[in-house]
């Protein structure tokens, strides 16, 4: 059967089979870890937040969003969290400054000046002159939190430094947690 029709036929026959059986093999192997699952400590992913466009004033230290994050006796969930704030100018004071950060577990937006902190300011000033700066400003940051068992909270904070109250018009935060950690990168010092 070596005519163009057997071989076709024969190419026909095994990639056939070869496909059925990649799809009995991954089919047992999904059911397999679903089984395995079902019983075990595996964690689902988890995706929570929240989002407004209703105003806040920010006089001293407020949460902007919150999400309550519980994990399970025994497990950590390693998460990543997304603030994002629409910001308006105070007023006609030279330079207005405000932190946002995202934290665990912390209300007292303590300064904590790391990764997931960011710095805002409007700036009134032009060569000496007031002349204010009518902008609305966005800021956001991303971080990574690793969480232990118990019932925990991610915040998205701003506070001002040594500036007059402001207000937050639009913020959101954005939260994904699970269970597995991809292996750390090594970030460059210098």
Not at 7 to 30: D, E, H, I, P, Y
Not at 35 to 63: E, K, M, R, W, Y
Not at 71 to 77: I, K, M, N
Not at 79 to 90: E, F, L, Q, R
Request: aromatic fraction near 6%.
């Amino acid at each position: 059967m070596n005519t163009l029709f057997g071989q076709g036929f024969r190419f026909w026959t095994n990639n056939t089979l070869s496909m059925m059986k990649k799809a009995v093999l991954s089919s047992a192997l999904c059911l397999g870890i679903a089984a395995l699952g079902a019983g075990s400590a595996f964690a689902q992913p988890a995706t929570g937040g929240n989002d407004t466009n209703i105003n806040i004033a920010v006089p001293a230290c407020t949460t902007l969003n919150a999400q309550v994050v519980p994990v399970p006796a025994g497990a950590v969930r390693y998460c990543t969290a997304t603030g994002s704030a629409d910001t308006v100018n105070p007023g006609n004071v030279g330079l207005s400054t405000y932190v946002f950060n995202l934290t665990l577990d912390n209300v007292a937006c303590a300064p904590l000046d790391g990764g997931k902190e960011r710095t805002l300011q409007f700036s009134n000033l032009v060569a000496s002159t007031s002349l204010p700066d009518v902008r609305i400003k966005e800021v956001s940051s991303t971080g990574f939190f690793v969480i232990p068992a118990g019932v925990h909270v991610l915040r998205w904070t701003a506070r001002p430094v040594g500036s007059p109250a402001t207000t937050v018009i639009d913020r959101s935060l954005s939260v994904v947690c699970t269970d597995y950690r991809l292996p750390p990168v090594l970030t460059p010092t210098n």
